[in-house]
C-alpha cells in the first residue's frame, strides 16, 4: 500500500512538473523603429514672418455636458465575491466590496466609536425609542 501511494505521489509531482513547464505562446515580437537621419542644419538666418490681419476666431459652442457621469468601479479581492446580497454577505470579499457600495444611515466614528452621519444628515428619537426620524442628505 505505501509502495503504491509513493507511485502514485511521483507521478502527480511528475505531471505538475509538465504541466507547469509547458509550451507557453510566444509573445508577439515588438515593432522596432529606426530613427530617421537627421536633416542637414539649416543657416540661422531668420526668415521674415509673413503678415497676418487679427481677425479673431468664431467661438466654437461649448460641448454639452453629459446627463450622467460613468463610474468605474475597480477593487482587487483574493476570492470571487460568492454573492454581493447584503443579507448573504459572508465572507471579507463580499464585506469589502459591500462597504465600498453602500452607505448607511448613519456611521461609527472611528476615534470615539459614537455614531455619526451616513446618509442621514441628522436623526431625532421619540422619548420611548421606538421610532427614529432620519433626514437625508440631498444627495442622497
Known sequence: MKKFLAIMLCVLLVSALFISCGKKE??????????????????????????VAATPAPAAPAPAAPAT?????????????????PALIQGVPEHRIF???????????????LAVPG???????????????????KDA
Do not use: C, H, M
Open 26 to 51: 510566444a509573445p508577439a515580437p515588438a515593432a522596432t523603429t529606426t530613427p530617421a537621419p537627421a536633416a542637414p542644419a539649416a543657416p540661422a538666418t531668420p526668415a521674415p514672418a509673413p503678415a
Open 69 to 85: 457621469k460613468e463610474v468605474v468601479f475597480r477593487i482587487s479581492n483574493g476570492a470571487e465575491p460568492e454573492s454581493l446580497d
Open 99 to 113: 462597504e465600498a457600495l453602500f452607505e448607511g444611515l448613519v456611521a461609527n466614528d472611528p476615534e470615539t466609536a
Open 119 to 137: 446618509v442621514a444628515e441628522s436623526w431625532e428619537g421619540n422619548e420611548d425609542g421606538t421610532q427614529y426620524t432620519f433626514k437625508l442628505r
